[in-house]
């Protein structure tokens, strides 16, 4: 009797991503599959909170300019199902983005990131996300550390990122691009006996 002939089909990195579990992100970075759980809580406060003030004045303009589009965790197709990152948080201004993507993937490369550090990912969102935004021309990364409790703020000058800002602890601050906004610091951290759980 015949024997099956086995499938000679190698998936694509995409493929394997879209195959990831549920409760798993995955990343296609430098031809890399990169896979991290969900996020732990104090990351999504932070998350949260941002998106409270950025997403309510430039997203929604209540209380602010408009203008933007602002969404957690958008699947971003630098180059189609080959480059993918998932940020933690990005921004289109409109008149780039009028209309919105009718799938999950987003092709317009962000005017802005955010990247919300953990011990796990940090390393990560440094040492190969941030290469990767300035290559495709996002002009502003932010990247938030919930445990030292700090914001790096960056700003994209020809292909390289100038730091515009670090702030930390309770300060009050209005930074590029969102300067419509006064961000407390104090209210994106959780109290100190909560540590972050890695994520």
């Given at each position: 009797?015949?024997?099956?002939v ?12 879209e ?16 896979t ?48 993918v ?56 990364a ?13 700003r ?28 407390d610091l ?14």
């Amino acid at each position: 009797m015949p024997q099956p002939v086995p499938s000679t089909h190698q998936p694509t990195l995409y493929e394997a991503l879209e195959a990831l579990p549920e409760g798993v992100v995955g990343e296609i970075l430098n031809g890399q599959l990169h896979t991290q759980p969900r996020p732990a809580i104090p990351h999504a406060h932070v998350a949260v909170r941002f998106d409270r003030s950025i997403g309510r004045s430039y997203g929604d303009g209540i209380d602010g300019p408009g203008g933007w589009w602002i969404f957690p965790e958008p699947e971003v197709h630098f180059v189609r199902d080959v480059e993918v990152a998932v940020p933690d948080l990005a921004g289109w201004h409109r008149e780039r983005m009028p209309i919105l993507p009718t799938g999950h993937r987003v092709e317009v490369v962000p005017d802005w990131v955010c990247e919300i550090l953990s011990p796990s990912t940090k390393r990560k969102d440094r040492k190969d996300k941030m290469p990767l935004y300035a290559r495709y021309g996002v002009q502003y990364a932010w990247l938030t550390d919930p445990v030292e409790r700090t914001l790096e703020v960056y700003r994209l000058n020809g292909n390289t990122w100038i730091e515009v800002g670090r702030f930390a602890g309770a300060d009050q601050v209005r930074i590029p691009p969102f300067e419509a906004v006064s961000i407390d610091l104090e209210g994106l951290w959780l109290p100190q006996q909560l540590r972050l759980v890695e994520r």
